[in-house]
């Protein structure tokens, strides 16, 4: 009983992504929405991805320094380690989980409200596309998504760089070495082919369960709690996946 909830829910949400496209809102009013999107969804999350950025690649950088006890291992490998963990893991992984707590929330209870006062019915009486109208914006709002997590990368690093050098861990040459040292470009491309999926699963999960929640205010916030597991549970498996395979 419960798997057949479950694969209801799963196709309910792929003729969802259908519906989005169908009878497009009019560019005018289309490109003022995607405008917001932009500002709620990608500006509003700037100052905590980098804040967290920061201070979890100087931690990685710490912690990689103080289990090279050993002296005949070269001190390099804390810009190694600090790169890897950062681009393949870190960046495109945990911050897009974290914003599926953030914007995920945010998505699901904007649209959650507008369901409970009857917003959305509305729109449907005007002959408005509600889905086209409020799902097709943040879609193309989170395709700047890959340019959060570039800056991510980059401050992940620098906080690496700033904890092992200033805490007396490394050089400042082993260190940029270090994240010199058998660079395969393809990981970078990796990360972002990551990120671009997690971003329209972060603009559309969350989407769907805003959308199709039913009952009053103490349901809107149940819906965006579970929004946000589903959205972590589909992110940590499709990375798995993708993990699978593109690296292996």
Known sequence: MMLLRYLTQMGRYFLMIKEVFNKPTKWSVMKGLILKEVDDLIIDSLGIVCFISFFVGGVVSIQTALNLTNPLIPKYLIGFATRQSIILEFAPTFISIIMAGKMGSFITSSIGTMRVTEQIDALEVMGVNSLNYLVFPKIIALLLYPFVIGISMFLGIFGGYVAAVYGGFASSADFIAGT????????????????????????????????????GALEVGKASTVSFVWTSVTIITMNYILTQMLLT
């Open 180 to 215: 010199q040292n058998e660079f395969i470009p393809f990981h970078i491309a990796y990360a972002f082919i990551k990120t671009f999926i997690f971003a329209i699963l972060l603009a559309t999960i969350p989407s769907f369960h805003g959308y199709y929640m039913k009952g």
